[in-house]
């Protein structure tokens, strides 16, 4: 099996932070095993992160049975060093996943693994191209947020996925995945990684955008008054994937990305959305690639996703009325 270098962690948002902690955290714990290898956390050039960076330290607040801890982490801006890259995990907002990859590639060796767990992954997927590279893709429905910098919430256990895009060698794939399981956050192999995505993309497509609209957690989507909007934003979404079926993967019924919706929102009932979490910031949303993404393929393939693209100029619009207010 190939050996590899340490797994180096781009996007130090609260999953960032996370993912990067739980890594190095499992390669300093008894039996953390031959793929536990050093953890680097990147940032984008000119972050101001990178200031309060010296001590490299995050703190990770678990919320109920979730432990908490504090962990050392080496972080450093993307241009701070040439030193190559054969595995990155991807950890980065939609919005600035384009970027940060233009960024990060002339560190990343042929032949490299990048790990793309970003929400509206299926949209990225389309826009983000380096050549020479595997691209391995993720989900994960652990809930996190900041407190501040490298100061981040455990808010909720969840599962994490990965599925191979396009060819790698196995023993590449699992060397990754081995080492991904080393953070204690799942790494299950998921052979029909595109279904699992439009899962995933239905959920965030409903719980998004209503719960930053409303300003309610995610339990907010359970209720009763709530099951109409539900009901539009999923039949959109499942309409889409039907069209894009031939594109590859299996397709999820309609019922399918409704059951996966509640469950998602009643495991994380009590947790704040992050495009709510952004709209209270006065950040940009990834609405654009979630809702907008569905959307922009239904105009395509001339399909009705008239509610997803409603909810994209809701959302639109109080992002310009939350900025003009900071």
């Excluded at 241009?79 to 233009?102: C, D, F, G, H, W």
């Excluded at 652990?142 to 100061?151: L, T």
């Excluded at 256990?157 to 599925?163: A, E, I, P």
Aim: with cysteine; charged share 20%.
């Amino acid at each position: 099996m190939r050996s590899l270098g340490a797994m180096f962690v781009l996007g130090a948002g609260s999953l960032g932070c996370l993912w990067a902690a739980r890594l190095a955290r499992g390669a300093a714990l008894p039996g953390g095993g031959p793929e536990a290898r050093a953890t680097r956390l990147l940032l984008r050039p000119g972050s101001p992160k990178a200031s309060s960076s010296a001590k490299s330290e995050i703190r990770v607040t678990g919320v109920g049975d979730i432990d908490s801890f504090v962990q050392r982490v080496q972080a450093e801006e993307v241009s701070a060093s040439n030193a190559p890259i054969e595995r990155l995990l991807l950890v980065t907002k939609a919005q600035a996943a384009e970027a940060a990859m233009r960024q990060v590639a002339p560190r990343l060796q042929p032949g490299a693994v990048v790990v793309l767990l970003c929400n509206g992954a299926l949209a990225l997927q389309e826009q983000i191209g380096v050549g020479g590279i595997h691209v391995v893709l993720g989900l994960t429905t652990h809930g996190a947020w900041s407190k501040a910098d490298f100061d981040v919430v455990h808010a909720g256990w969840g599962d994490t996925r990965f599925g191979k895009v396009g060819p790698i060698p196995e023993s590449l794939y699992q060397s990754t995945l081995q080492h991904l399981e080393t953070a204690g956050l799942g790494a299950t192999d998921d052979s029909d990684i595109r279904r699992s995505l439009w899962l995933k993309l239905a959920a965030n497509a409903v719980i998004n955008p209503m719960t930053a609209l409303s300003e309610k957690p995610n339990g907010f989507i359970l209720d009763s008054a709530a099951q109409s909007q539900v009901q539009k934003v999923c039949q959109e979404v499942a309409d889409v994937a039907k069209a894009m079926q031939d594109e590859g993967g299996s397709c999820p019924s309609l019922q399918d990305m409704l059951g996966f919706v509640r469950k998602t929102a009643s495991q994380t009932a009590d947790n704040m959305s992050s495009m709510l979490q952004d709209i209270r910031a006065g950040r940009s949303t990834e609405i654009d690639f979630i809702n907008g993404w569905v959307a922009a393929k239904a105009l395509q393939y001339g399909i009705e996703a008239s509610e997803n693209a409603r909810l994209v100029a809701m959302v639109k619009q109080k992002e310009r009325m939350q900025s003009s207010h900071q």
